[in-house]
């Protein structure tokens, strides 16, 4: 079993109001959860994928490495929102050798900032066109990449590669439900300040993109519309009633958000079928914290006249809750996808 993953790792996804970590341990063909954790980040330490304070994310990461199940010295952590641009660009046919010799000449004029200053990486989507290639460009500032991995130093362990999280959704739901070859499925993860989206036409992700909303919209709107301090805010929006107000003076506020919330999601629906050759989505996977707003999903589900699946990150990699000392996978599913894509990595992996 040694030989099937060369070393172990932990998937950690640090983001913007809880980091989470996963690691796996192999079990028949497949892996289960060995170790499982989530620690709150404060509020403003991370905004729009780059870290403002790392000495409270490390503060984070080590709280949740101080749970002794977790073995591994090594972490795969991810990026997303404007710390990392991810696009499909279509390029003269050439063999590998020399596109990596001019994919940084060839990358120059489709990102935004000086090329010395970024990391990239690529992969070859498509080689059936006429003269022509498609490859998947992904590049993300270096100093951006460096303030993850200095967090991940300070809490005592090893980064040793950064995804990117729309990328490690797709690699959670291959493990989970593998792919359907003609099948166009959408994968929307809401998390707290962000909405990372990844539509898979079969294996191939054709659409990527990060929405700038999430579950503190929703907060900031109650904190407004009830006039509350944050933090209750926070509760109420959880479905707790908390001094001052009830969960029903809320249950407005929230529909009205949800609506704003699946316009911008309606808009990258829509630019999707307007530059990719499908036009249809078949399936929405939804997970992240924030999909747990009342509603939500049925929401979804109208609006788009498609199928809404809670997506389970644990449907085939097993999570016994007495082996890993926690209380209801339930209460971890929807916000582990991304750290579950992270951990079923491994080293040498792009
Ligand atoms: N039961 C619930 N009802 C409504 N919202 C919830 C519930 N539980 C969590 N949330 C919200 O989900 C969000 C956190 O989700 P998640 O952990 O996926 O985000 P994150 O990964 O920290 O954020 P991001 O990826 O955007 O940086 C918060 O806004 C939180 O208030
Ligand atoms: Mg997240």
Not at 162 to 169: K, T
Not at 188 to 206: D, F
């Given at each position: ?9 932990v ?7 809880s ?18 954790g ?14 403002i ?28 929102g ?11 046919s ?6 990596s ?49 200095n ?18 959704l ?21 998390g ?24 503190n ?17 926070e ?54 914290g ?61």
């Amino acid at each position: 079993m040694l030989f099937r993953r060369a070393k172990s790792l932990v998937g950690l996804d640090i983001g913007s109001s809880s980091v989470k970590a996963i690691e796996l341990k192999p079990a028949g063909k497949g892996f289960r959860v060995s170790a499982i954790g989530v620690e709150s980040v404060p509020p403003d330490c991370i905004v729009d994928g780059a870290i403002i304070d790392g000495g409270a994310v490390a503060d984070a990461v080590r709280r949740l490495f101080a749970n002794k199940r977790f073995k591994a010295k090594d972490v795969v952590a991810s990026l997303s929102g404007n710390s990392v641009i991810v696009k499909k660009i279509t390029l003269p046919s050439m063999t590998e050798a020399e596109l990596s010799e001019s994919i940084y000449w060839e990358a120059e004029q489709y990102i935004p900032f000086d090329i010395q200053d970024v990391n990239l990486d690529y992969e070859i989507l498509d080689t059936t066109g006429e003269g022509s290639m498609e490859v998947l460009l992904v590049a993300a500032k270096k100093d951006k990449i460096a303030d993850y991995t200095n967090v991940i130093s300070q809490a005592g362990k090893a980064p040793v590669i950064v995804d990117v999280d729309v990328f490690a959704l797709q690699n959670a739901f291959e493990a989970n439900y593998g792919f359907e070859p003609s099948a166009v499925v959408a994968i929307l993860n809401a998390g707290a300040s962000a909405i990372n989206i990844n539509i898979l036409s079969g294996s191939q992700s054709v659409f990527t993109r990060d929405v700038s909303m999430g579950g503190n919209a929703f907060t900031e709107a109650v904190q407004k519309e009830l006039n509350l301090p944050y933090e209750s805010a926070e509760q109420l929006k959880k479905g707790q009633d908390v001094d001052g107000a009830t969960y029903e003076d809320a249950r407005a506020v929230l529909r009205a958000m949800t609506d704003n919330v699946l316009l911008e999601v309606e808009k990258t629906f829509d630019f999707f079928k307007a530059t990719a050759s499908n036009d249809r989505i078949d399936r929405i996977m939804l997970c992240g914290g924030a999909s747990r707003v009342e509603g939500f999903a049925e929401s979804l589900r109208e609006r788009f006249a498609t199928e809404v699946e809670q997506f389970d990150p644990f449907r085939q990699v097993g999570c016994d809750p007495k082996k890993v000392g926690i209380d209801n996978p339930d209460d971890y599913g929807p916000v582990a996808a991304v750290a579950m894509g992270l951990a079923l990595r491994k080293v040498g992996d792009r």
